[in-house]
């Protein structure tokens, strides 16, 4: 029977997979585990911007640089205190050149866009209402569509195949520092703001051609019920 | 201002040898507002204002004259309309003349303040009282124009004579909401009146004081501030003592008597048309504009007329142009009293353009596009590109410094080079000269310019070298485009695909309905085409399927207007007929049952 042991050692992909799988079993499973005292917000919202490093091996030499801006907006519900299932939807736009015939040399003008749509799993270290900070690391699925845009061209454009994702971060709760501020938003309710940090890594895909990478991002989350 | 003082002011001050001369402040030049330069002047000091618009509050000071240079360009509006536009308050021996006071409510308030003379000025449409005289005060109003005020004077005092002024649609002329009211008719005289409310008795004008004039007073264009006079006023030599323009006795209004500005209103832009022919080249330019109809311009006994400015390639005064008539005809020609004229044999020249560097050549898809460095004096570029030499085709393009140069054939080398160009242009202005002895002459018209003569072309660029290519972009990602049709006809560059993205492109992408068709396409498309992959059977019928749409497509691609005005209407009729027979069926069924 063949195994992924038997095929050596793990892809990264399927390590995102199978963890994505095993946040999952352990979302179903986790309501057992509740904080009985402390109720988190259920849902939250994210906006976030930062960095994108494609895996594109060649990515600097038609680009200009070997990163782009990325965006993201995403929401989430808590199933209870530490596990979270969310979707987010990202963009990334850069511009450089192609190549010109076979392979020559560079040329043309290009506008390469990704949007890459993930559902994830969210493990979070999160006991009370008022912790400062809250460390998460979570795993889902992910695809992405993409446009290329070429001068005195067609576009292309299509739809990458599902692939993984991986995120880790840590938020500071911004109710511990500025109360009123939070209170100016919801008074009266459970609301939260944080801000955080977080890394991603994410494959999707197409004709072979991995259209994923490494994001670094600042994001704002606000949790309500 | 009382002019035997001041004359005794200047006499006094050159006897006991002071340095107390004279002197006139100007605005904007000296001072950036006329405010700024009353707090400045000394007693005896002029403030002469330059043409603009003015918005502030004034507070005059003793002996300190305040003139604009021409009433119909010099504009005074309030700062703080809860203010009056000039206050003088315990201030004595001033002139304040030669402005238009507008778009505000109150005018000029005089409180305590002896020996003024308000002159040559336009009070225009204000909302409140145009001249306020308060009690202690002695004011000449002469030779203003009141036009379209609630209220035009209003007098506490019998020492504030009125005289050649015109009242001109006011509401109220000469007021006086003193306790003890002063008569309207008291100290007026020489002045004209047309249709103010107070003086309209039954529809029928009327006029106060002593010899006044009661009709139309002619103006020109009130629109455009401009209050000079027609020939058919009656305002006309009608007021007294003398007119400084003229030198024959005083008309009525702000342009008689002796502070009136000589100057002309300006005439408008003219306009100029090329008029030159080709066989034999003779350039020429037809010149017109709007007469002005001040009566001193248009007097048809005695005209004045009009100079015309010209110049060839150099924009503004002093259009020190000499080409036309061959030489003759230096600017400024003196045209007459006419609103055409023609300038023969110009001989329209340019010195040609430095030369331009081409910075890059970057190949595209069928294409190349050009960067060079702008040239001096250029107004336009020509691009030069060929195979086997540059100068087998030319592109003229405008004053850019990129171009993309199309239609090329991929694989090609190509050199580019590229050249300036400057147009030989001429620029004119008009003036209107009057008819007196000075021959008093209006300020420029705005100017007009004109492109004569073929355009001068400097020496080429540099040569760059490019070969136009399809463009792969990184990543080389495939398009999924047209997914159903791919997935029935096995390859995206089968002839049948490429129709049916040409029709997507040019006949859905470019409309509201046909780009939110392509999205639901977008959409539904991959599950349609995997679904087709997986199920090989299918793909013959989705192909005969397709084809009626590809055969459509294609002739919609290769049809001009008219054969897709016809494939529409034939559409249309098929449509009515399938509904009309759609209606009928439960007819159909219920008269078979």
């Known amino acids: ?225 | 201002m009382n002019l035997n003082n001041r004359c005794l002011w200047a006499a006094s001050a050159l006897l006991v040898g002071c340095d107390a001369v004279a002197a006139t402040l100007g605005v904007p030049g000296d001072f950036a507002t006329i405010q700024a330069a009353i707090n400045a002047a000394a007693p005896g000091d002029t403030v002469e204002v330059s043409t603009g618009t003015y918005r502030e509050n004034l507070v005059l000071a003793d002996n300190v004259d305040v003139r604009g240079v021409e009433v119909a360009r010099t504009f005074l509006e309030a700062r703080d309309t809860e203010l009056p536009v000039v206050t003088g308050t315990g201030v004595a021996d001033l002139l304040f003349a030669n402005f238009t006071i507008r778009s505000s409510a109150d005018g000029v308030r005089l409180i305590d303040s002896t020996g003024i003379t308000l002159a040559s000025n336009v009070f225009d449409a204000l909302d409140g009282i145009g001249v306020f005289v308060g009690t202690l005060s002695s004011v000449e109003i002469v030779n203003n124009v009141f036009y379209r005020n609630n209220v035009s004077i209003d007098r506490f005092t019998t020492a504030a004579p009125v005289t050649n002024n015109i009242f001109s649609e006011n509401s109220f002329t000469v007021a006086s909401s003193s306790i003890i009211p002063i008569s309207p008719d008291f100290d007026v005289s020489y002045n004209c009146f047309y249709r103010n409310s107070d003086l309209q008795q039954s529809g029928v004008d009327a006029g106060l004081g002593t010899i006044f004039q009661v009709g139309n007073p002619q103006f020109v264009d009130p629109a455009a501030q401009d209050f000079h006079l027609r020939a058919a006023s009656i305002c006309i030599d009608a007021g007294t003592g003398n007119d400084v323009i003229d030198d024959s006795v005083a008309d009525i209004g702000a342009y008689g008597g002796e502070f009136a500005d000589a100057m002309p209103f300006p005439v408008n832009q003219p306009v100029a048309s090329d008029a030159s022919s080709s066989n034999p080249i003779v350039y020429r330019i037809d010149v017109e504009w709007d007469a002005n109809l001040d009566y001193r311009v248009t007097n048809d006994a005695m005209p004045g007329g009009y100079k015309l400015w010209y110049e060839l390639n150099q924009s503004g005064p002093p259009y020190n142009g000499d080409d036309a008539g061959g030489g003759t005809e230096p600017s400024p020609v003196p045209v007459g009293n006419v609103t055409t004229y023609t300038l023969e044999n110009l001989a329209p020249d340019a010195s040609a353009p430095s030369v331009p560097t081409l910075v890059s050549a970057s190949p595209q898809n069928n294409s190349v596009r050009l960067d060079w460095n702008r040239a001096a004096g250029a107004g336009s570029y020509r691009i030069y590109y060929g195979v086997a030499e540059v100068t087998e085709n030319t592109v003229s393009v405008g004053d850019v410094t990129s171009s993309q140069v199309t239609g090329l054939e991929n694989g090609t080398e190509y050199s580019f080079a590229v050249s300036a160009l400057v147009q030989p242009t001429y620029y004119l202005s008009v003036t209107a000269v009057d008819n007196t002895t000075n021959r008093n002459e209006s300020d420029f018209s705005a100017e007009e310019s004109i492109a004569v003569g073929s355009p001068v072309e400097g020496l080429l660029s540099n040569v760059l070298k490019a070969t136009p290519d399809e463009v792969t972009p990184y990543p080389d990602l495939p398009d999924e485009g047209c997914f159903i049709a791919t997935a029935a006809f096995g390859a995206e560059w089968m002839a049948e695909v490429r129709v049916l993205r040409q029709f997507r492109d040019r006949f859905l992408l470019t409309n509201l309905p046909g780009r939110a068709f392509v999205g639901w396409y977008y959409r539904a498309g991959p599950r349609a085409a995997h679904f087709l992959q997986t199920h090989a059977y299918i793909k013959p019928g989705v192909r005969a399927s397709l084809w009626p749409l590809i055969v459509f497509a294609a002739f919609l691609l290769g049809a001009g207007p008219v054969e897709v005005f016809g494939a529409g209407l034939c559409s249309l009729i098929l449509l009515l007929v399938l509904v009309r027979r759609r209606i009928r069926w439960p007819e159909l069924s219920r008269s078979e049952s």
């Open chain 1, 1 to 225: 029977m063949k195994t992924l042991r038997s095929q050596g050692k793990l892809s990264a992909l399927q390590t995102i997979q199978l963890t994505f799988g095993l946040l999952i079993m352990a979302a179903a499973t986790s309501s057992f585990a509740a904080d009985e005292v402390y109720r988190a917000p259920r849902w939250s919202l994210e906006l976030k911007g930062g960095q994108f490093e494609p895996d594109l091996e060649f990515y600097e030499q038609f680009y200009g640089d070997d990163r782009s801006t990325y965006w993201a907006v995403n929401g989430a519900y808590r199933f209870n205190n530490w596990v979270e299932l969310g979707a987010e939807l990202g963009y990334s736009r850069d511009s450089g050149q192609g190549t010109l015939g076979d392979g020559g040399s560079l040329g043309g003008k290009v506008n390469y866009t990704l949007v890459p749509l993930s559902v994830y799993v969210n493990l979070r270290y999160d006991r009370s209402f008022n912790q400062l900070f809250v460390p998460y690391i979570g795993a889902g699925i992910v695809t992405a569509w993409y446009r290329q845009e070429i001068d005195r061209q067609p576009n292309r454009e299509g739809r990458a195949d599902f692939g993984g994702s991986a995120r880790a971060g840590l938020q500071l709760l911004l109710n511990r520092l500025d109360p009123r501020g939070a209170d100016a938003v919801r008074a009266g309710e459970r609301f939260k703001a944080l801000v955080f940090v977080e890394a991603q890594t994410f494959a999707t895909e197409i004709d072979g051609i991995d259209l994923g990478g490494q994001n670094y991002l600042l994001g704002l989350r606000f949790e309500f019920d």
